[in-house]
């Protein structure tokens, strides 16, 4: 019985190994529109933005933004020009090793943006940078 109790314990010890480090999202937010500027209407996300998501001036791209929320960091918002609302989502999520399956732990990107206003607007995100440990950077834009 001892030697059963031991090798539980390794196990469930073991599913905890490989433990990963926190993820960053860093990204920008382009206007594309030449005539006005746009602004945040919505926020979701597991942490703040840092610094805040504010307007962006017609036909420009705001500074760099990033949150951070260990190992499962996700972030959706949208941005506002008169009719037009794009929605972005970004997340990266962690997948623990898996011992018993012999599987390493990895890192999976997610990012997409949906145009949800009256008019319809071109919304994109594209991911622009791999970094390690989850880190990955975006460039969103909106027309």
Avoid at 56 to 63: K, P, W
Avoid at 78 to 98: A, D, L, Q, V
Wanted: charged content about 5%.
């Amino acid at each position: 019985m001892k030697s059963l109790t031991v090798v539980a314990a390794f196990a469930v010890s073991a599913l905890g190994m490989g433990s990963a480090h926190a993820a960053t999202l860093t990204f920008t937010v382009q206007n594309k529109i030449t005539t006005s500027a746009i602004t945040n209407s919505y926020f979701n996300g597991c942490a703040a933005v840092i610094p805040a998501l504010s307007s962006v001036a017609a036909n420009s791209i705001s500074g760099v933004h990033q949150t951070d929320c260990g190992t499962n960091s996700a972030v959706v918002f949208e941005y506002t020009s008169g009719s037009k609302i794009c929605r972005f989502n970004m997340s990266s999520i962690w997948t623990p090793p898996n011992p018993i399956l012999g599987t390493s732990g990895y890192w999976t990107p997610a990012g997409s943006a949906t145009s949800k206003g009256s008019t319809t607007a071109t919304c994109k995100t594209t991911l622009v940078g791999l970094g390690s440990n989850g880190n990955y950077t975006w460039a969103l834009s909106m027309q």
